[in-house]
């Protein structure tokens, strides 16, 4: 490749790259979510492993507090069950089966990975674009409250309350 050549492929993958940085700060949401919802959190930056490090369901365990508009605590939920019965995680039932690729009702909550994030991080899950508008449409998925009790019993064995 000559150096021309180079210059325009580097400058289209930075155009790219920005427009997509774009489209996912107009994706997070721009209020805080019920308690209980599910939400998509994006733990891409800013998290090193052991910590979660990719997009995953969570669910919203904090109610918007004051002075705290854009921050909301949440759970991750894995599509994986446990290697072993641990108090710190649970199993949680969703009302409804989530879009791909985070199909199937049935998820962990990891209470020990509990985080309180920016709500730029957070979206609500979708199922595709409307045929007459093309906006995106969203599930509004909101977890029962014995469920959340359940989720509630493994925060606490997490953090030894």
Request: aromatic share 6%; net charge positive.
């Amino acid at each position: 490749m000559t150096d021309i050549r180079i210059q325009i492929y580097l400058k289209n993958l930075l155009n790219i790259r920005f427009i997509h940085e774009l489209q996912v700060i107009n994706l997070a949401l721009k209020f805080h979510p019920k308690l209980g919802s599910i939400v998509i959190c994006d733990y891409r930056t800013g998290f090193m492993p052991p910590e979660m490090v990719k997009e995953r369901l969570a669910i919203v365990v904090s109610p918007r507090l004051p002075n705290r508009a854009d921050l909301c605590t949440v759970v991750p939920l894995s599509q994986t069950p446990p290697h072993k019965n641990i108090r710190y995680q649970c199993k949680v039932e969703l009302p409804v089966d989530p879009p791909p690729p985070f199909n199937g009702q049935a998820k962990w909550a990891k209470a020990d990975m509990l985080a309180t994030v920016g709500l730029s991080r957070l979206t609500l899950p979708y199922t595709g674009r409307d045929a007459v508008t093309g906006r995106r449409k969203y599930l509004d998925i909101v977890i029962e409250p014995a469920e959340m009790e359940k989720v509630r019993a493994a925060m606490r064995n997490a953090l030894d309350l």
